[in-house]
């Protein structure tokens, strides 16, 4: 059973930075995509950066600067450098990997900015 689990989230202040790590287990993700979403209270999910499995970034709009996406130094792990954050940054943080046959998420990981 393939999941999941993400760490590094918690309560920082503004303009503080946090790294996210999501480690998957249960199989091997080689060549796929992986991303970050991320959801606040009353609001939809939304993108916050997505790795494909050939090395591209893309990043929402709104946090192309201060966010980083890689692949972790271990193998099926995907990070993600936060700087600079603001409170409108605070929400539940979701790793996500894509293959051919399904999608998997991991369960979240809050992260609150305080002002």
């Known amino acids: 059973q393939v999941q999941l689990v993400e760490s590094g989230g918690g309560l920082v202040q503004a303009g503080g930075s946090l790294n996210l790590s999501c480690v998957a287990s249960g199989r091997t993700f080689v060549g796929n995509d992986a991303a970050w979403y991320r959801q606040a209270p009353g609001e939809q999910r939304e993108l916050v950066a997505r790795?494909?499995?050939?090395?591209?970034?893309n990043y929402a709009e709104s946090m192309k600067s201060g966010f980083a996406i890689a692949r972790g130094n271990v193998k099926n792990t995907v990070d993600l450098q936060m700087n600079n954050l603001t409170p409108e940054d605070t929400a539940v943080y979701y790793c996500?990997?894509?293959?051919?046959?399904?999608?998997?998420w991991g369960q979240g990981t809050q992260v609150t900015v305080s002002s």
């Open positions: 996500y990997f894509n293959t051919r046959e399904s999608d998997y």
């Open positions: 790795l494909t499995g050939h090395g591209i970034t």
